[in-house]
């Protein structure tokens, strides 16, 4: 069975400085791997996603992420973050192939300070 | 592209009426559409996945007859909380796929802030 595993339910941070929020996985199939951000009272919005190809894959607002398989993570990053960066980011997880469940982690509230 | 929308936003009723709920793709046709479950500072819990025109698929431990789900069209979910009890009070989302985004992302909605009296 497929799960995701994030590994800091909060990230204190100061503005300007980097920022690394962390995701394991676990499948015994190829997945497609997603990161989400959602802010207050608001719906989810897709920052990035991989799917296949190469491994570092750069989303939205400056975030990035890389797919490591052998160690089974798919880490966001951000090298200078800002004060509207505050949210709660899920990293979630599918079956490659066709349509699909997808399955979230418990989330990350990213909270950043002046 | 991949727009999708949520009416209402917010919505308060009492105990024991329905409320539905509407979920549309604008830009896109949306073949499959899924709808969550979130309480507060928790993560979303995928509560039913409707493809258009046939019949949803819940989730274990979701009640059918007390979430209707129908998805009669390839731009229009509803999601129906029947006879509502204080308990079914939550922020439900939904999201949807397909059409020329292909089946390999959703697109989550603004939600919808459901609380019964």
């Known amino acids: 069975a497929q799960s995701v595993t994030q590994l800091d339910s909060q990230v204190p941070v100061f503005e300007e400085a980097p920022v690394e929020l962390r995701c394991n996985y676990s499948?015994?199939?190829?997945?497609?791997l997603f990161w989400y951000v959602q802010y207050p009272n608001q719906g989810l919005q897709l920052l990035l996603k991989?799917?296949?190809?190469?491994?570092l894959v750069k989303g939205i607002n400056g975030f990035e992420a890389e797919f490591n398989k052998s160690q089974t993570s798919f880490h966001l990053r951000k090298p200078s973050v800002h004060i509207s960066d505050t949210a709660e980011y899920f990293c979630a997880v599918s079956f490659s192939g066709g349509y699909n469940k997808l399955i979230f982690g418990a989330g990350t509230r990213l909270a950043v300070h002046p | 592209g991949a727009v999708v929308s949520q009416h209402p936003s917010r919505v308060i009723c009492k105990s024991g009426t329905s409320v539905k709920i509407e979920c549309r793709s604008l830009d896109f046709q949306a073949t499959t559409m899924f709808w969550y479950r979130q309480f507060p500072k928790q993560s979303l819990m995928l509560m039913a996945t409707?493809?258009?025109?046939?019949?949803?698929?819940?989730e274990q431990g979701v009640e059918k007859d007390k979430f209707l789900i129908n998805h009669a069209s390839l731009t229009l979910s509803t999601l129906t909380v029947t006879s509502a009890h204080p308990e079914d009070s939550s922020f439900y989302i939904c999201s949807a796929q397909g059409g020329t985004l292909g089946t390999d992302t959703q697109y989550f909605g603004p939600g919808t802030r459901l609380t019964v009296l």
């Open positions: 409707s493809n258009e025109g046939s019949k949803a698929t819940y």
């Open positions: 499948s015994s199939v190829s997945v497609y």
């Open positions: 991989y799917l296949s190809g190469s491994t």
